[in-house]
């Protein structure tokens, strides 16, 4: 069973723009896939179509072998955003613990589970400060735990780290592969940070603009555990080059992967 | 990992406002304002019906002090039924056009229009409806200036929630009244509270405009006016006093509600960390 399953999924808005043109993808579990593409080439509504925030006009999408609605009921996944999307009026343990009010579990439980969350994520001791009172990376931290609280098989998350200094964004990226494996989670991981790609994913998805389709695969073959000496080897580079490429074939302009979003903005 | 950072501890420093210290520019200032005042109204032989004294305002508030403190109870018991109905109503009409757009479509431009009117000019109509010497003439006043700002404030803040707030809700699969409950309602109540704070002043302001349109010798308006018709401007400065100490309070008491429910909100952070 795939963890994501895309068929033929496509993506129109209501002014005529063609977001997303016949995706095909599959992950399978364990994976750390990342979709890289220049702003509009529809990555991060292909995430939402993935966790069913936004419908697809044409295709189907499978999340755990469900209807991707279906696996969004049934709580198969966690989304992490960029902003990190705390609730001021709550403190850092109850931010974490929101979705297991939701599912209804009790207070034991919830607590017990936050206070592996809060260690998982290295922030004990910070349970009763409100999400303002932290720094944007202890922030987004917040936003992981409370992501994978409830234990989900799958981890969206939607440029997570975009907003973040280069060095926070580095030390995060090591501390989320530690996440993933101790997790053993499934990750399909939006940016355009051609180096975080690399360093995180076991597959890299080049996707190219307007429509947006899949202009390529790179497979990442760096050994596992990554650390900050992985950014230093020559593999590194040759598959950084690998998708710098991938993304100029695409029709990237190189060196602009931040041009202002027209397509994802629509919505 | 290199990434541990040190919990800060909570709470250090001020929790409830400012410090003594913090209020001496401010109370100078008001010793200042009272002094000058005094000291021009005395160098300027200013006659006593344009400015009393403060010394004889303060007189008569003293001597009169027992009665007009029941009739600034008087008023504010108007005051506050009406602040209690128009803002009651208020949240409710928010928290239903917040809930059903549709409704919120029909009825808003007619809410706007309504408060572009000078409800004020209603206050006769109103002794007229329910009666000159019916507290509830007054409270009808008051709980329309009330309404309005109570009502706009909480529909923006019910409804200026973050689109990623209410995506990360849909990925939980949260129903309506999760969303309201855990988040529309908390992102609400900063919003709420400006309402809440702007319809004290309005409510007091509602129930002595209505008492000067007629109402019960007991009630602080009517004192004014009567204390004004007669010549007695000092008694009528004293009843001034009575109602904008109340006024005061009011807004107070209400201010110190929000600081009590919405201490998380960043606008307070100045009291969690210094």
Redesign the interface.
Known sequence: MKAVSLKGVSKQFNAGVTALDGIDLDVEPGEFVSLIGPSGCGKSTLLRIIGDLTKPTAGTVQVNGKPAERARRDHEYGIVFQDAVLYDWRTVAKNISLPLELLRWNRGRRNARVKEMMELVELTGFESHHPWQLSGGMQQRVSIARALSFSPTLLLMDEPFGALDEMTRERLNTELLRIWQETSSTVVFVTHSIAEAVFLSTRVVVMSARPGRVAGVVDVDLPQPRTSTTREEPRFFELVTQVREGLAAAGAPLGETQEPALVEDLQ | ????????P?NVGRRVGRTALDWIPAVAVFAIGIGAWQGLVTAFHVQEFLLPKPTAIGDAFWTQKSALWSQGIYTFKEALGGYALGSGLGILVALLFAAWRPLAGAFMPYAVAANAIPIIAFAPIMNNWFGLLNPFSKMAIAAVLCFFPVMINTLRGLTSV?P??I??M?????GRL?MFR??RI??A?PHMFTGLKVATVLSMIGAIVGEYFGGPIEALGVKILNDSSYGNFTDAWAGIVMASLLGIVFYAVVALAERLT?S???SA?AF??E
């Open positions: 990992m290199s990434t541990i950072v040190q919990p800060v909570r973050h990623s707030s995506e990360l849909q990925s939980y699969a949260a999760s855990r988040v908390p992102n109540l919405t998380w909100h960043p952070r969690h960390t």
